[in-house]
């Protein structure tokens, strides 16, 4: 690690323990501190060793402390941290209340009726589309030949029209 990543990641790092909010990350999020490069490298540094995280996995712009580091002076004390810290299964969320179930629960789930036109039906037989380029897709007649005839079909049509104005017009 150079020694500009670690500077960047120390100032991160210290913003985020500053701050008792989530940081979103925009481009004057550290106001002229660090470069727009080197902050996004420190922060995927500081994911990548669990010292940051994201709240939201679909929004990868918000990044906070990671509260088992909080108490932590710099970046280093909070790498040492988290490398001797033992990975602990933490389930706080709301969504993990125990569900009962009564009566008999099978391995196999059945498929709704409603579902079964969606179901295709798949024949060993069938043959694979060729990877070959078909013959009008070839290079020569993509370049040559198509061309030719493209221009040739426009001179008649001009032809043509000026042949039916002439007539019209002068007859």
Known sequence: MTPELKIACEL???EHKS???PIKWTRDTFRGRIAIGLSEMAKETLISKNILIIPNKTKRIITQLNPAV???TSFEEAEEMIK???PVFVSGMADDKPAYI???VSGFVSRPAEYSHRLLPIDNNAEMPSAEIKWYLKPLFYYIIWPVCAA???ALIA???GLAFTKLFWD
Do not use: D, T
Request: glycine share 14%; hydrophobic share 45%; aromatic share 10%.
């Open 19 to 21: 701050s008792g909010q």
């Open 159 to 161: 032809y043509l029209l």
């Open 84 to 86: 001797n810290k033992e």
């Open 70 to 72: 909080a108490k932590a």
């Open 152 to 154: 040739a079909a426009g």
């Open 12 to 14: 991160v790092f210290q």
């Open 102 to 104: 009564a009566g008999q």
